[in-house]
């Protein structure tokens, strides 16, 4: 009988300094060639799980650990992390933080080069996998300046190049738009027919639907599922665990009626333009946020949202067109949540970031216990945030703005690493904002939160607008198919 692809038994695993257990009695075991898809609410344990398969965990980020995980033919507890890492590829949420060169076709040859492998094997695994996503033409490439979906599949590429058995991803979709996430599955799809163990970590179901063979559902560190994919479907299951609808858009939705009363505005620019030096550039923009209004942005990766942004926020300045807010003086407000909190969070506890520089705000120290409950982050309080999962880091820094209430906020992707419960909780916090009359924009890829949360819509293209109106008109399935290739036909058949 041929061996499981991965074999888990009794594991149990604990963080240093920590009292409880993240992972507790897992066992498991996955075949060769299955196609298995992770979920569960922030801080389940779905991360640590991966961590723990690749050896990171405990050999490199420490920790205590006890039980039996058996790659292939190899224990976890007997070899290194480089031993393993050519049975099990693993890809990271954000690709930047496991690059280690700056040219494409050096970043997918890095692991075979350290391995020492014979400069012929090496090239032709290069070739061979930079073909097999699809980015054979950019070798020559800087890998910081390709697309966030660039990116990810040449983090799949730099895996590959090793020939591993397992390719274990975790929150591959995050950064990316619609269409950058259907091609990643796409590849996926391509590899799971090359009989590919693969296990996907998610929050996000609706592409992993076609192609998983089982789900499993995590819960307090241990798993409580392992079911068929159709278990995604049932409604009970998905409010019980925190799991997003496989459907993109709500099928029932309801678009609320448009009401703003158009005083003035919180925030209007007039023919803004901002150009980088390689020549992209936001041009002509013109644009009104109004008190208690909800405005999304959306587009495909490389369009100009994030730019735009940075410079609402005055982060750049413009090099034309006019920005005037709702007060001239230093009064006004703006707060600005990145998508990767890491480059925001620098305090070293929960409750210190959202507290940092509060006593020169007036009344905001008396926001953050609400603010604390509302978010559910009053047991993580005292924890160190980079010692958080992606959803609690991103969670902690959206509350760090909301006890500042500022007068306009804005969010770029805010629901990366969030699974449905959290979300509708952070769905709470802005409709409670939007009657303090705050403006707010969020970029987003995701539709459903969009759907939930803004009264108009305005899409980005190439640095330029080209629709906007009502949430209910803007994303509606042809709207969105005619702007952006992808964002309808974002099932594999």
Known sequence: ????????????????HQENFA???INLTIKRGEFVFLTGKSGCGKSTLARCLNGTLPQILGGEIDGIIQVLDKNTRENSVSDLAQNLGFIFQNPESQFFTVKVEDEVAFGPENLGWESNKISKNVDEAL?????????????????EGQKQRIAVAANLSLQPEILV????????????????????KRLKNQKKTIILIDHRTHHALPLADRVLIMDKGKIIKDDEPEILYDAHTRESYGIRNPRVLDENYQAPEYQIVKQNPVLDISRLSYSYDNG????????QIYPGEVVGLVGSNGSGKTTLAKVLSGILKPLKGTLNWEREDSTFKVGMVFQNPDHQLFMDSVYNELNFGLEEVPGAQLNIGPVLKSMNL???????????????KQRTLISAFLVREP????????????????????????????????????????LEFLQQTTQRVIILSQ?????????????????????FEGYQSLSIK
Do not use: W
């Open 463 to 483: 640095g330029k607008i080209i629709q906007e109106g009502p949430t209910g008109d803007i994303l509606s399935q042809d709207k969105l198919d005619t702007c």
């Open 280 to 287: 992209f550039s936001i041009q002509d923009i013109n644009l």
């Open 378 to 392: 009053e047991k993580l309080q005292k924890r160190h945030p980079h010692s958080l999962s992606g959803g609690e």
């Open 131 to 147: 073909n097999s996503v699809d980015m054979l033409e950019n070798r020559d490439m800087n890998v910081f300046n390709l697309s």
């Open 169 to 188: 991803m975790d929150e591959p979709t995050s950064n990316l738009d619609p269409p950058g996430a259907y091609k990643l599955f796409e590849i996926l």
């Open 407 to 446: 007068h306009l906020l804005i969010m770029d992707e805010p629901t990366t690493g969030m699974d449905y419960y959290h979300m509708q909780r952070l769905v709470y916090e802005i409709k409670r904002l939007k009657k303090r009359n705050m403006g707010i924009m969020i970029i987003s890829h995701d």
């Open 23 to 25: 992972l507790k009695n």
């Open 1 to 16: 009988m041929t061996n499981p692809a991965l074999q888990i038994t009794n594991l149990n695993f604990k963080y240093p």
